[in-house]
């Protein structure tokens, strides 16, 4: 079929076979079909988050289990890292749900570190943080193993993390980081349709929300426990993303996740060398950039908006032109999900001939 092929950071490009994965007949989700599709997955994905743990289903965008985690886990008050626009949100959410929330603000563009984190819950006023291990919309990949680290100096605390676009692109190992929550997204390295949410959570987290009284029905984790001890949901889940989810799961461990975390490095190398190549800079600091996309600083001031023109109209294609109070100042080139050589290969020379026609 003929269309704009997605280069952008979410959603991304998905896959005919996908597609036709998700176009099974539809089946009850109180019957055996359903709970035999969510058994099969459900070893498959505890694999990839690294747990014993269960891992959910939840039919929603993954700002459902953001928002969900924040009403389910603080009680006291919740420290909201922000260095990007999806992590700034985060903080907008939590003083939505009426909770007692702090922004450690770095710069976009910067990484959170552990160092930062560690100096503010030495002030004993947090019950929570939320993270984002992989910020889509600088580029910047935070140093999660240091940062998870600080978890046993502060077992009170409960650690949200968001690697909605970090997942399956580098190893994330949730029992090993001794974290509290880790949720991802079905339209990012899944390259799924968006409108699924995964999550697991720790003993501690259930603990802590069994003391919390409005968590609410659709995300409460007591909910999701209860059910998937059953291979079950809450309520009547995105059936088709699930088949799509379950085709997408095989297909990782048919590659082998240590591949696929070595091609969406080299495919991300292919794209760096692109941005050395032209004199363009990146956005995040060497040692913080991310896997899975590239943020690349307009340095030298290009019209952003015309190469993404000349990229769909030429090429049909198009990259993200930046995001938010970023636009036009950067250009994203997301390589995650599916992508292989030839494909980068594909964008990188439709990125050549649009600079040269700018
Ligand atoms: C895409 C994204 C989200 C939000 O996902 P929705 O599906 O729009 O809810 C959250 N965090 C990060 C890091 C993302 O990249």
Redesign the pocket.
Known sequence: MSHVKLYI??PVEVSPATFAAMSQPMIGHRGKGFSDLYADIQPKLQSLFGTTQLVFLSTS????V?EGAIRNLVAKKVLNCCNGA?SDKWHDVSLRCGKQAEALKVEWGQPITADLIDARLASGDFDALTL?H???STGVLSPLEEIGALKKKYPDVMFIV?S??GFTTVPVNFDELGIDVLLT?S??AFALP?GL?LFTASPAAYARAETIKDRGYYFDFLEFRANGEKSMTPSTPCISLIYGLQHQVNAIFAEGVENRFARHARLNGMVHDWVRRHGFEFFAPEGYRSKSLTCVTNNKGIDVAAMIGLLKKNHSLIIDGGYGKLKGKTFRISNMGDETDETIGTVIAALDDSLAKL
């Open positions: 950071p979410g965008s993954a700002f459902g953001m999806f984002i992989n910020e889509t968001d909605v676009s997204g339209q990012k968006p949410a």
